[in-house]
């Protein structure tokens, strides 16, 4: 019964048949599950903690070209500048359906967070693929936790694990058609999943091709394909293969766009390659099941690296170069005896244990980069709605178009190169990174994110005051400074002796000093605005006639109504009462003295 003791022999000797039903009920409390998946388990965590590390770093050059594209395509209705079924136009779908389906474009700050969490995602799925894929191929939990690892860990600690490549898109989907195919007799349906996804990897990263080709050519090389034809003819096609493959390489060429941006140093490129050369060629000569897999990596990386280097080609071999690393490390622990096997998967558990510590107290005890959650585009709209005129057209080069309008600017407020506002009197400003073309005004500039340079508003073509326009402006300023009605404050004193006043605000001011004499406290500028360039077109005035300047005063109020009564162009943009005094602010324009000079009777 339940809870007792079975009856045994009073003469003691052992029972000479056990029972099968308790033989089979002891069986049942083995903890195989968990010993099946704590490894690979643990491997998927230590990868999405790198992730979520690699998430919270500043931007880079080279990232979210993809997501602008996408989020441009998605947000305006320009024209695509990326053909549909291009690696660039097919990542930048997969970006955009992402983002429809979980509003990552909404949700995120800037469009290199959005894109980041993509990759984030995309890291995490390959590795889910790349522990089934193991598992089919027979595989343990260790061996499948350190193909995991190898092919999870190495992108993320490196600057290629932060880059929107149309190859990280592919990785997955190559592993889907590995883990449909591989370790049995796949069905028709999951045959043509298979094929779908393999030619999705191709679309996204040609370098496909190129291992697919060498793969059929190691395994007609071998017999594992067509093991009944005749060994000329597996010859014949192989060689045609093989030259499929190396026709594919050149036709390649130089590196992608994305990677040559990036900032990947050459040196680094070519260690990889030379850590996959030599993995391939020991599973060459070492794994027999793998050696097709092994020949495709050592050939592939070849034909990919010698001539040109493709960064995207190391991307789209690393899961081929963990699955092989994985066998490797399993070769090595079989045929040892077991205490020695018990002493390397010690040493594994610990040093996977030891990764997991040391991730976990990175990301806890390293805080967010300041530079990975600024958002440049953002204080460039700030800029252009404080104080500006409706007047005003941005335009700017794709990606920065789109942060742009992410950050909040309408998509008729920003354009590409080369656009034209409908409405002639408009004031055209250029955004751009870096330094600013020749003949151009800087008029505001903020730091960059990391992924570029700092962002700068220039006027491309500003104007330039006559001799005669710009001897007028500084006599007035000069008037103006000089009256004892005016009482400047002493940076206020600095800009008007330096004659460099917008001339409608200067003529203001004058106005109000011959009239009443006026208190210039300060010529503020705006957040990002440099001292030295454009003309000075914000005045804070703090005494009337001798009267402060207070929200509510009389004085005030008669000085507020004057402005509005002015008319253009000398009618202020914006007049604000603030405790310091009444801020006089007007609107940039690329020629005030030209404009000033077009008034005059």
């Known amino acids: 019964m339940l809870g007792r003791r079975a009856p045994q022999d009073p003469s003691g000797a052992p029972d000479p ?6 033989h089979r009920a002891a069986r049942t409390y083995r903890p195989r599950l968990p010993a099946a998946v704590l490894w690979p388990s643990a491997a998927l965590v230590l990868v999405a903690l790198l992730g979520l590390q690699a998430v919270r770093q500043a931007a880079r050059p080279g990232e979210g070209l993809l997501s602008a594209e996408a989020f441009l395509r998605t947000a305006t209705r320009d024209e695509a500048s990326a053909a549909v079924f291009s690696p660039d136009g097919l990542a930048a779908l997969h ?3 992402y983002a429809a389906v979980t509003r990552a474009f909404d949700r995120a700050d800037t469009l290199v967070t959005a894109g980041r969490e993509l990759l984030l995602v995309v890291t995490v799925v390959s590795a889910v693929l790349l522990w089934g894929t193991a598992r089919r191929l027979g595989f343990g939990s260790a061996s499948t936790a350190v193909a995991m690892l190898v092919a999870g860990v190495p992108p993320l600690l490196s600057t290629m694990g932060l880059l929107d490549l149309p190859a990280r898109f592919a990785v997955p989907w190559l592993l889907l058609a590995a883990l449909l195919t591989v370790g049995g007799s796949p069905s028709r349906t999951g045959l043509g999943i298979a094929l779908v996804s ?3 990897a191709v679309l996204l990263a040609p370098d496909v091709l190129v291992l697919l080709l060498t793969g059929g050519a190691a395994a007609l090389l071998t017999g594992v394909l067509a093991p009944r034809g005749t060994r000329r003819a597996r010859l014949i096609a192989a060689g045609l293969l093989g030259g499929g ?3 594919v390489a050149l036709l390649l060429g130089d590196p992608a766009p994305g990677a040559a941006a990036s900032g990947v140093a050459p040196g680094a490129l070519l260690t990889a390659a030379l850590v996959f050369v030599v993995i391939g060629g020991l599973a060459v000569a070492t794994l027999d099941s793998l050696r097709v897999p092994a020949f495709a990596l050592v050939a592939t990386t070849l034909l990919t690296q010698l001539p040109s280097g493709r960064l995207s080609a190391l991307v789209v071999c690393l899961p081929v170069a963990a699955v092989l690393s994985a066998g490797l490390a399993r070769s090595l622990v079989r045929p040892r005896p077991e205490t020695t096997r018990r002493v390397l998967r010690i040493a594994g558990a610990t040093v996977l244990a030891a ?3 040391t991730t976990v107290v990175v990301l806890l005890r390293t805080p967010a980069s300041t530079a990975a959650g600024r958002n440049p585009a953002g204080a460039v709209i700030d800029w252009a709605r404080t104080g500006q005129s409706r007047d005003i057209h941005l335009v700017a080069e794709n990606p920065l178009r789109a942060q742009l309008i992410h950050a909040g600017a309408g998509p008729d407020a920003v354009g590409p190169p080369g656009a034209r506002p409908d409405e002639p009197q408009t004031t055209v400003l250029t955004v751009l990174s870096g330094a600013p073309p020749d003949g151009a005004m800087v008029l505001a500039r903020f730091p960059g994110d990391g992924a570029a340079g700092p962002l700068l508003v220039v006027d491309p073509a500003p104007g330039i005051p006559t001799g005669e326009e710009l001897t007028r402006r500084r006599s007035l300023a000069a008037a103006l400074l000089a ?3 005016t009482t400047p404050g002493e940076r206020a004193a600095d800009v008007l002796g330096s004659g ?3 001339p409608r605000l200067l003529s203001v001011l004058a106005a109000l000093g011959a009239q009443y004499g006026v208190g210039v406290q300060d010529f503020p ?12 077109r914000r005045a804070l005035v703090d005494r009337l006639a001798g009267d402060p300047l207070v929200p509510g005063a009389p004085a005030t109020e008669r000085l507020v109504a004057w402005l509005e009564a002015q008319l253009p162009p000398f009618a202020p943009d914006a007049v604000t009462s603030t405790e310091q005094g009444v801020r006089i602010e007007f609107a940039y324009v690329s020629a005030p003295d030209a404009l000033v000079s077009a008034s005059a009777p």
């Open 17 to 22: 048949a056990p029972s099968r039903h308790r």
């Open 95 to 97: 970006m955009a359906v």
């Open 198 to 200: 393999t030619v999705l």
């Open 245 to 247: 493959a190396v026709a």
């Open 355 to 357: 990764a997991a510590l």
């Open 483 to 485: 009256n004892p009605a």
């Open 500 to 502: 460099e006043v917008d």
């Open 525 to 536: 500028l705006a957040d990002g605005e440099p001292r030295e360039g454009p003309l000075a």
